[in-house]
């Protein structure tokens, strides 16, 4: 098979080993000092995350768990809703930890070589829940910074 296993990223519970791509956007919003030529960045803009990954084989069996995360289903939306108003998805790689996380767009394409290999986009945007939760996720992701490049994977 053409796929390397490489670190996995953990969307939620759902492991994704074969990642092709994993692109994390995050910006600023810009407003004018007044009474000057000059502006400043102020608050950070949503956070996006779109990971590409190949589920190959068995590991096809990550769709409906991943669909599970989208909340297609609108017995499974009404049923997690409460859960979704305390906690986002994390997202967790060897480089970031991102909590609060939820998937606005998912993508499975089926080509015909290899027949036996989906191919998933992901798209997620960050979607705070509280204060806390976002010191929490950022405290991670520092740390992860830190001691990433000194881990074995």
Not at 43 to 68: S, Y
Not at 124 to 151: I, K, N, Q, W, Y
């Amino acid at each position: 098979m053409a796929t390397d296993l490489n670190v996995p990223v953990l969307v939620g519970v759902v492991p994704l080993l074969y990642v092709q791509s994993f692109i994390v956007e995050e910006g600023y919003r810009t407003v004018a000092v007044a009474g000057s030529r000059f502006t400043q960045l102020v608050t950070p803009t949503q956070k996006t995350i779109t990971i590409e990954a190949l589920l190959p084989d068995e590991w096809r069996i990550a769709r409906p768990f991943l669909e599970a995360l989208a909340l297609t289903s609108r017995g499974l939306a009404s049923a997690t809703a409460p859960l979704l108003a305390l906690a986002g998805i994390p997202v967790i790689s060897k480089t970031s930890v991102h909590l609060d996380m939820q998937i606005t767009s998912l993508t499975f394409t089926q080509k015909t070589n290899p027949k036996d290999t989906l191919t998933t986009t992901i798209k997620l945007a960050h979607v705070p829940r509280s204060m806390e939760s976002t010191a929490l996720g950022l405290g991670a992701d520092v740390a992860l910074a830190v001691a990433g490049p000194l881990l074995p994977l």
